[in-house]
Structure formats: C-alpha cells, structure tokens
C-alpha cells in the first residue's frame, strides 16, 4: 500500500461538486470520507448514474474499497481501499464523458500495485467533460514531467460523439515508485500551436472548415500552427496520411453519433501546455467553432501561467505527492475550482501552498514541499 | 478589461485561499462528530459546491470565456502578443 495518513480522522464534506477529486484523494490519503447532501434541493435528490459507475469503477481498480450510499442516496461514506489497477474493460455510459472517468484513473495508475490497461467505451468528445485529446495531448506530457513515463500509452480507437456515443480510448500506465519535484515558475513564450479537429459520421469538410478558421486567427500572432484532419465515417475507415503521422490515432470505424470538434494546444518554449477545446453545437457552423476556440486558446495564452484552467488541479495534486523538495508552480487567474482543491489538499494532506502574486504578469507563484509519497508496491530499481 | 485589472490589486493570496487560520494545522478545522468524521468548512460559495462535478463551465468559472469585444482592444492585443516568441517584432501572419 502507498504511503498513506490514515490515522488522521475521516471528513465530511457537502454537496456534490468536487466529487470525483474527493474520492480520488481519499484514496491517495488513506483517509475516509463521507459527501452529505448530496443535490438535497433539487427535484431528483441524490446521486446521479455517473457518479454511481464512477464508483464502480473505482471499485474495479482498488482492493478493499467500501463505498456506501445513503438510504435516499443523497450522502455517501466512503472508506478508501488499497490502489490494485489491472487490466479492465468499462463502459462509461452517455450520460458524461470518456474524460469523467480517464482523467481521475490516469490519477491513480501510477501509483496502483499492477499496471493498469484500462478500454474505456462512451462518448470522447462533448463539451461536458475534457475531450480525449486533450487528455491525450496536455495530460499525459504532464505526467511526463513528473516523472511518470514508463509504459505510458493512450490511444482512441474509436471517436464516439453525444448523445449515444459509441467511443473506445484505452489507456495503459505501469506503477511509478515515487514523482519528482520540479521547478515550473517560467511559462516562457509560446513557440508553437498544435492541434486536432475531428470529424465522425459527418463530411470531412467540417474538420478542414474548422482548420482554416481558426489558422486565420491563430497565424495573426504566429505562424507554427499545425491542426490534423481527424476523420472517421461510419463504415470501416481506411488509414489516412493525417493518422499515419500522428502514429497514435488509429483509424477505426466511428462511434454511433455524428460530431465534430476541434482541440488546440499551445506549447511554449519552457514546455508549458495551453489548451482550449471545444465540440460543433447542433446547427453551429465549423468556421464559428474554429474562430470560438481560437479566442479560448488565446483568452488562456493571455492569462499566462504553465498551464490552463483545465489542468491546474492535477498540477496542485502532482506537486502533493513529489518527493520532499520544493516544487514551483505558476498559475493564470486561479479558478474557484482550483481554491477549493487547494483547500482539499490542505485537508486531507495538510499541505498548504505558498501563493504570491506576481503583478507584473498577473499571475500567480505556487509552492509548497510534497509529501514524498511513494508507491511501495513498485521495487527500486 | 475592468476584471483583468482587478488581478492587479494587491490582495494576500494565501488569506484568500486559505482563509485566517492558514498557518493552523489541517486538523483544527472542526470537531469530530459520533461517527468520527470531522465536518469540513464548506466551499468558498455553496452554489459552486451544488454544481455537477467536472465540468469544463465550472472551470472556466473565472471567467475564460473570450470575450468578442476584446478583440478590439489594443492593450489585450499587446498583452497577448507579448506571450508569443514572434511577439517582439509584432510579426502578424505567417
């Protein structure tokens, strides 16, 4: 079992925001936790069918774990497990994202006892949750920088798009002993702009539409912008040049909706990650979609900081468990989301992050000494 | 525009995040109950801790949306430009 704190007592927390982050760091603390009032005010109290498979799941990839959910299902006590991973199949269902459930898992895996080799099938892209791009393209970098980059591998065999989608992501990472610390206080300047538009079910004209609007934008300022085509039509699909380069995607029969969406990642010269993503609304032409996204990806640019909105939180939570060393972090604007979860850390694992405000930037310096968590399960090399 | 220049102010961040007890220990919070479980101070709003968990609109809570009429703006502009390697010379296209 991982290093854990579970002699500290457990907490109790309210409502039903923040879900998935307070589960994932009871796991990681060792520390139990109990979520009351959980959508009390509304007309369908309790928790919903995402957040039942959520549990599940992770039920799946842990050893141990008891969740137990209230008479009227609007409270949930959770004592946490030993982190197992394994070699799994689950279906997320279409009522939130592929991302719902990938974003905490990838979380976990390093620090589970086996390798975790997880299919997930559902929906890939939707403007609810972080689209598998994303996840692919700023995520797992992340990680990297940390230290977690032994058999790390992430692949979407199949795009599936809201409402029935239909999608296939697999996802596999081994065990890691321990993270390291870094030192990410220089965003630097951007050097270059990535990114991918996909297209299922639909006419490939809409990704290419999607491109050259927001290439119009995007080259006003640089002019390193390279956005892959990403096509699937319904039928069994032939490899294509776009897919053979990223050498990542393959090409594989489309999910069971038809959408289309564009992804952008802006990559400075310190290695800082910026994303913006979005999915085509029902009746949105691609050039609104391509132009939207654009302005996302720049509104993020502009806010500065190592990373965007999005990813803080898995910033903040990687530093927690680097090695006893300081570790520094610059954010844009920090989002209510991101406060809450520095008050989550502080609670479960008492950390508490030094912040100072840089006014000439406008952004914010982080740092703090992780905790020195280590996976005891993997053996030193 | 108004916003952004609000980040400005000198506030004291870690009061802000923290509340007034930051150097306390993360233990002092709140006693614990019969069962054992310690209530924790709720969210820094009640409404955002009601909201669906996750979703990318509560991330961008802090106001990420880019704004159309910013696009006019010249100091956004130069704020922006100054963030890209070509910024120094104002390169504009490729």
């Known amino acids: 079992m991982s290093s854990t704190v579970s002699s500290l007592p457990p907490l109790e927390f309210e409502g039903c925001n923040y879900f998935r982050q307070r589960i994932i760091l009871s796991l990681l603390s060792g520390r139990a936790i109990r979520i009351i009032n959980i959508r009390t005010d509304e007309a369908d109290p309790g928790l919903v069918d995402y957040e039942v498979a959520f549990l599940k799941l992770i039920d799946r990839v842990t050893n141990g774990t008891n969740a137990t959910i209230g008479y009227t299902g609007s409270s949930v006590t959770f004592r946490p497990g030993a982190l197992i991973g394994g070699k799994l199949e689950f279906d997320c269902g279409v009522s939130r994202g592929i991302g719902y459930f990938l974003e905490p898992i990838i979380t976990l895996a390093p620090f589970c006892k086996k390798p975790t080799v997880i299919t997930l099938t559902g929906i890939t892209n939707s403007d609810n949750d972080l689209c598998v791009d994303t996840i692919r393209t700023v995520m797992l970098p992340t990680l990297i920088r940390f230290g977690i980059e032994d058999g790390l591998e992430m692949k979407i065999n199949r795009r599936g798009a809201p409402p029935l989608g239909g999608g296939e992501v697999f996802f596999r990472c ?30 490939p004209a809409h990704a290419s539409r999607s491109i050259e609007a927001a290439r119009s934008l995007l080259n006003k300022f640089i002019p390193d912008v390279y956005i892959y085509a990403d096509h699937y039509s319904g039928r069994k699909a032939k490899k294509t040049a776009a897919t053979t380069a990223l050498g990542e995607i393959a090409a594989a029969e489309a999910g069971l909706s038809p959408g289309y969406g564009i992804s952008l990642v802006a990559e400075s010269t310190t290695g800082a990650l910026l994303s913006a993503e979005s999915c085509g609304a029902a009746g949105e032409p691609p ?19 190592i990373c965007d909105a999005l990813f803080q939180n898995l910033h903040l939570l990687l530093v927690t468990l680097s090695p006893e060393d300081v570790s520094r972090l610059r954010f844009g604007k920090l989002t209510p989301y991101t406060i809450q979860y520095l008050q989550d850390l502080k609670e479960f694992f008492g950390i508490v992050f030094k912040l100072k405000a840089d006014n000439e930037s406008r952004t914010v310096l982080l740092s703090a000494m992780g905790i020195g968590f280590t996976n005891v399960h993997r053996k030193i090399d | 525009l108004a916003e952004r220049m609000q980040v400005n102010r000198r506030v004291n961040l870690q009061k802000l995040v923290y509340g007034d007890g930051a150097e306390e220990d993360a233990g002092s919070a709140g006693k614990p109950d019969a069962d054992g479980f310690r209530k924790v101070r709720s969210s820094t709003s009640s409404q955002l801790a009601h909201m669906d968990d996750g979703a990318k609109l509560n991330l961008h809570l802090g106001g990420d949306v880019a704004d159309a009429d910013l696009w006019e703006d010249p100091d956004f502009l130069a704020s922006l430009r100054s963030r890209f390697i070509t910024g120094d010379t104002g390169a504009e296209g490729a």
């Open chain 1, 174 to 203: 081994l065990p890691v002993k321990a993270l390291k610390a870094v030192d990410f206080s220089d965003a630097g300047r951007i050097k270059r702009i990535r990114g991918i538009a996909y297209s299922a079910r639909m006419s």
């Open chain 1, 287 to 305: 050039e609104e979609l391509g132009l939207r996204v654009a302005r996302l990806l720049y509104s993020a640019i502009d806010k500065g900081g």
